[in-house]
Structure formats: structure tokens, C-alpha cells
């Protein structure tokens, strides 16, 4: 099977010249799931943000389900990879939930009334189709969390990323966040420091330290070998 | 109304109480409190007043009445007008009036995310009265700093914002999300609503 991303001696850095990655070579499968873990400021985040074209590399390359991430397939290489952010806020900025959900599908040139079904199809797989002529500031934590996540789906990608999923969460949120995860068919790549959240989606686990991969691993051999 | 408000150019007490029933019908008519709506439109009064009171100290004493006059009625119509028409959809009415694309999405974003810029201010100030014991709302060289610090926090969201949106395909320009017809009634609406403002404002001053 051909990976759905590939990333090789994959290098960034910082305009202050900080180098923030230092050849990451990482493989995701379609339908895999795989945990990021690793310090602060270790290069977790950075990664993520090449794979939907947000950072250019310094070296190195990318390739999401066949295309090269570069300036000509960033439109495709963004359908197909699906970024929900730490904060929600950040990512729901439309004034409604259905208008936010139905962002992306309208970007991408969708009509107006098939990106509204899409979206609504959407709230209704996440479970948020009550809420879909709400204000997203009026949303609780969880429930942003879930639209976020659906403004992503609507747009159909075949990759997930997700940083920090489980932020201002509370327990029973976190739950009912693992178990939408989890029905999902897509490959997802978590961004964690929740180890038990991660153990609940996946065994699989890289561990990042220093801009490089340390060691690609099960979640409790990772835990074990870097006392995390 | 606005428009006709702003050339108000006299003290005409008739035809500012025609404008004062045709909003109040208007709000009546939307379904809003009318109490509080009248009551809120007097937040504009202070600054309405102090102006007034310049303009009565240089000797002009209705130029001093109209402004407070012109004033709230304006503050009576804005409230009027965002009290009954969700914010999508005026948007969307001021893009076919012509209104520049970007000044719109400004709006929008301004609107969407006034409540967070909120909330970090709120909870800026109680990070510092949770240190300081008290936040005094004068003193203004701490105040200085703590906007500073504010308008950071503003600019970082807005490049999270700005990367999120740009993930999920934002190339520039907002998607149309969907169109409000003009229907046989909104036009009979506008014909009778802008007669009668006009009517008023040519007959009775």
C-alpha cells in the first residue's frame, strides 16, 4: 500500500534562523492513525503545518496521496489533508455554525445550496445539526471542538490532522471527542500530550525531540524509553 | 432615515415626532422591546450632549439642540436596523448595495470576534488584580501597557485566524453563502418607508 504521506529529510527554519526541523523522514498510511508525542517547541506543530502547505520547507519534501506539497497543488494537497487547530476559536470564524461548517466546500467552488447540504449532513454526523443556526461563540468547548472538526470532514479530506485535540476539554468531552474519532475512516495524525486520550485511538506513536523523529514506536514503548 | 436625520438643519419639533413614531412603529413591528430599545439609543446623549454644549457656548443654540436631537434619533435607527436583521443578512443587503467587499468582511470579523478580544481583556485584567489585589481603571500608564499587550494577543489570534482560514482553502475572497431574494413586498416596503421619510422631511421643515 502507498503511504497517503510521505515526508523525507524534511527540514524548516525560523526567519530568526532557529531550526525547528531537522530531517523528519515519516510515513502515514491511509487509515492509520498515529500519535505525535514529544517536549514543547520540539517540532510537533511545525511538521503538521507542512503537511497542508502552511510552512514551506527548507529542504526536503512532502507528498500527500501522490502530489508534491508545493505552490501548484496546495488547493488539492488542502482537500485532502484537514487541519483542526488547538484553539476553535481560531477556526470557527464565521457568524454561524452552518455558514462555518460550509466554508470550505464554497472555497473549493462548491454551489451554495449543495455546500448548506453538505454541511448540514455533516453537523449531523458529529452530532451538532441542533446547533447549526448558532453563533459559534456561544458553542461550549466540546461543542466547538465538534464543528471544528466538522467545517473539516465537510471538505472530505483523507487525512486528519489534529493539534492538541483534547484543550479545554473536560473528561466526559474528551470521551465523546475519542469515540467520534474513532468511528472516523480517515488516516489521523494526533498532536497530544493526552498519552491516555492518544492509547484510545491508536498503539502507534512518534516521538519527536529536538526537531528530529527519536523513535517511532508503540505508545507504551515510547513511554517507557523517554519516561514520558 | 439616516440620511434624512443628518439634514436636519433646524429645530422642527413635528417632524422630529414623525420620526420618532415611524421608528418606534418600525421597532413595534420587528418585535423589539421598545422600552429598552429607546432606552439603550441614549447611550450616544453624553457625547451628543458635550458637542451640544460646545455649539450653545459659540452662540448657536439650535445647532446645539439638533445635535442632540440628530443624535439619537441616529442611535434609534442603527439600533433599529441590527436589532432586526441578522447581521449575514445585512451583509449580504449591503454587498448588493455596492458596499466594498472588504469593508464587509472587516464587519464580520470584527463582529465575530469582539466577544473573544473581550475575553482576553477580561481575563487580562483579572490575571492582574489576582496579583495586584485591584485593578484601577485609572491608572492610565498601566492601562497604556496593558492595551499594548492586548493589541499583540489581537494581531497573533488574527494570524491563527488567518492560518486557519487559509488551511481550509481561503484564498482572498469570502465564498457567497447564499442569496436573499428581493421579494414584491420587501420593494412595497422600501417605496412606502422612504415616501413617507421624504414626505415628512420636505413638508414639515
Not at chain 1, 517536549?39 to 502530489?67: E, I, P, Y
Not at chain 1, 466546500?105 to 443556526?133: F, I, T, W
Not at chain 2, 486557519?164 to 465564498?175: K, L, Q, S, T, W
Request: net charge positive; glycine share 8%; with cysteine.
Amino acid at each position: 500500500m502507498s503511504a497517503i504521506i510521505q515526508a523525507k529529510g524534511l527540514r524548516y527554519s525560523y526567519e530568526d534562523g532557529t531550526e525547528a526541523l531537522k530531517g523528519i523522514d515519516f510515513e502515514l498510511q491511509p487509515g492509520e492513525t498515529v500519535a505525535l508525542l514529544g517536549a514543547n517547541g520540539s517540532g510537533k506543530t511545525t511538521f503538521a503545518l507542512h503537511l497542508n502547505g502552511l510552512l514551506k520547507a527548507t529542504a526536503g519534501s512532502v507528498v500527500v496521496d501522490g502530489l508534491e506539497v508545493k505552490e501548484s497543488n496546495l488547493k488539492a494537497i488542502r482537500r485532502r489533508v484537514g487541519l483542526v487547530f488547538q484553539d476553535s476559536d481560531n477556526q470557527l470564524f464565521m457568524p454561524t455554525v452552518l455558514e462555518d461548517v460550509a466554508f470550505g466546500p464554497l472555497a473549493a467552488g462548491m454551489a451554495a445550496d449543495l455546500a448548506m447540504e453538505r454541511a448540514q449532513q455533516v453537523l449531523e454526523q458529529v452530532g451538532m445539526a441542533h446547533k447549526a443556526g448558532k453563533a459559534p461563540w456561544h458553542l461550549s468547548a466540546g461543542e466547538k471542538k465538534r464543528v471544528a472538526i466538522a467545517g473539516i470532514l465537510a471538505e472530505e479530506p483523507k487525512v486528519l490532522v489534529l493539534d492538541e485535540p483534547t484543550t479545554f476539554l473536560d473528561p466526559p468531552g474528551q470521551r465523546a471527542l475519542a469515540a467520534l474519532l474513532a468511528d472516523l475512516p480517515q488516516a489521523k495524525i494526533l498532536i497530544t500530550h493526552d498519552v491516555p486520550f492518544a492509547e484510545r485511538l491508536t498503539d502507534t506513536a512518534v516521538f519527536f525531540r529536538e526537531g528530529r523523529i527519536a523513535a517511532r514506536n508503540s505508545i507504551a514503548a515510547i513511554v517507557r524509553e523517554f519516561d514520558w | 432615515m439616516l440620511l434624512a436625520i443628518a439634514s436636519i438643519h433646524r429645530p422642527g419639533g413635528l417632524l422630529v415626532a414623525v420620526y420618532l413614531v415611524l421608528l418606534l412603529i418600525c421597532a413595534g413591528a420587528a418585535r423589539l422591546p421598545v422600552p429598552r430599545v429607546l432606552a439603550t439609543a441614549a447611550v450616544v446623549l453624553p457625547f451628543a450632549f458635550t458637542l451640544g454644549v460646545v455649539s450653545f457656548l459659540s452662540g448657536d443654540r439650535d445647532r446645539a439642540v439638533m445635535v442632540m436631537v440628530r443624535g439619537y434619533l441616529s442611535s434609534l435607527t442603527a439600533l433599529l436596523l441590527v436589532g432586526s436583521t441578522p447581521l449575514p443578512e445585512l451583509l449580504g443587503g449591503l454587498g448588493r448595495l455596492g458596499a466594498p467587499a472588504f469593508l464587509l468582511q472587516v464587519m464580520q470579523f470584527l463582529y465575530r470576534y469582539l466577544m473573544v478580544l473581550r475575553e482576553e481583556a477580561g481575563a487580562m485584567r483579572d490575571a492582574a488584580a489576582s496579583r495586584a489585589g485591584s485593578v484601577r481603571i485609572l491608572e492610565f500608564q498601566k492601562a497604556a501597557a496593558a492595551a499594548g499587550v492586548l493589541f499583540a494577543r489581537a494581531h497573533a489570534r488574527a494570524q491563527a485566524i488567518h492560518r486557519a482560514m487559509v488551511a481550509r482553502g481561503f484564498d482572498g475572497r469570502m465564498p457567497a453563502f447564499r442569496h436573499v431574494p428581493f421579494r414584491i413586498a420587501d420593494g412595497i416596503f422600501v417605496a412606502v418607508s422612504v415616501s413617507l421619510v421624504v414626505a415628512a422631511r420636505v413638508l414639515l421643515v
